[in-house]
């Protein structure tokens, strides 16, 4: 059922995603940035779907947090859609990749340079057949090394390349990746009309209340705008048990949300740092977080969470965090 709905809204973003993808494209790199479950990887999925529609290969990877701390993690999905192609490359160039997939002992990480040109040739090499489009997703995830190998590689994806490369990451992350130089493409809430047309296809049954509800809490954020009917309420307010008969406060917090709730702690105040599974937002209209009946969204605290990672967050905006009630 979910996965008739397809993607709602967004027509200027895919259309910018869909531009790396065109025969005359300017670049063919692109990050896109954005707070959790607000639909990068949604976003990415359509324009793989697109790039295979073309004709083109894609190569998709996501980085997992609990891979971080190994080097070339981030590589390995990547290298090994590339394996067929290993043997054009030099002796120097294989010796780097069979180290970054931990088939070859080395006195320590092969140099950025030398594994992302041996990438950056096995790419051009598998684009002999058919243009390359490599999404990793989750790069605020990716290891050190290779997340300097894969923006060492989209650097150089220009003009004419047969080889196009989209990253996601998510803000407001302690991350050391340095994604400056490639473009970006910070994803916003959805719109109004777009977050209604996505409640409405996900949850029919909400009375004209209960929609305006929903839509004011999730506030264009689609993973709430697709969470908050089922969830129940644990601060007293129609979220939940009222709003959908099938919600029960018993239920186990959705995997999907977590990933907010869990981003969340680290920047909200100690109080706020709950287990619960409701899940309220703070600050959006009210920059000091001062309590208040309805929803609200927190700018993220960018230099509070540099100082206990020693790692900035990723993007600009660094924007919203959906926070657990007290
Ligand atoms: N434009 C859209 N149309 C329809 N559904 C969407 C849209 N954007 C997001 N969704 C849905 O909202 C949910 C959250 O989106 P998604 O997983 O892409 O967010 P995300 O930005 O990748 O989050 P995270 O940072 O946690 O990875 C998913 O169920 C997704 O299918
Ligand atoms: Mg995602």
């Known amino acids: 059922m979910r996965g008739t709905i397809g993607l709602i809204g967004r027509s200027q973003e895919s259309a910018r995603l869909a531009a790396v993808l065109a025969e005359q494209a300017t670049t063919r790199s692109l990050v896109v940035t954005g707070e959790a479950g607000v639909g990068k990887t949604e976003l990415l999925t359509h324009l793989a779907t697109d790039a295979a529609g073309r004709g083109w290969q894609v190569l998709r990877s996501t980085c997992a947090e609990a891979e971080q701390q190994y080097p070339y993690s981030s590589l390995d999905q990547v290298l090994r ?31 950025v340079p030398t594994l992302g040109a041996a990438v950056l040739d096995l790419l051009n090499a598998a684009a002999v057949r058919s243009h390359c489009l490599v999404v990793v997703d989750d790069v605020h995830w990716a290891d050190d090394a290779g997340a300097a190998v894969l923006v060492f590689v989209a650097r150089r994806l220009g003009p004419g390349s047969r080889v196009a490369m989209v990253l996601g990451a998510r803000t407001g992350e302690p991350t050391r990746i340095d994604t400056g130089g490639i473009d970006h493409l910070d994803l916003t809430p959805l719109d ?80 706020s740092r709950r287990s619960s599974c409701s899940l309220r937002s ?20 960018g230099a509070a969470a540099s100082s206990t990672s020693g790692r900035p967050p990723v993007g600009p905006g660094s924007a919203t965090r959906w926070c657990a009630p007290p």
């Open 81 to 111: 859609h590339l394996e067929g192609h290993v043997g054009s490359l030099s002796d120097h160039q294989r010796h780097a990749i069979d180290v970054a997939l931990g088939r070859e002992a080395a006195d320590g990480p092969a140099a």
């Open 192 to 271: 109004p009309p777009s977050a209604e047309q996505l409640l409405s296809a996900l949850h029919p049954d909400l009375s004209p209340d209960q929609k305006s509800d929903v839509l004011d809490r999730a506030a264009g954020n689609p993973l709430a705008i697709t969470e908050l009917p089922a969830w129940p309420s644990t601060v007293g307010t129609t979220v939940g048990t009222t709003l959908h008969p099938a919600a029960d406060p018993a239920l186990p917090c959705p995997a999907a949300s977590s990933r907010c709730t869990r981003a969340s702690s680290r920047d909200c105040p100690p109080t």
């Open 282 to 301: 703070t600050a959006r209209r009210d920059p000091t977080g001062t309590p208040a009946t309805g929803p609200r969204r927190s700018r993220r605290r």
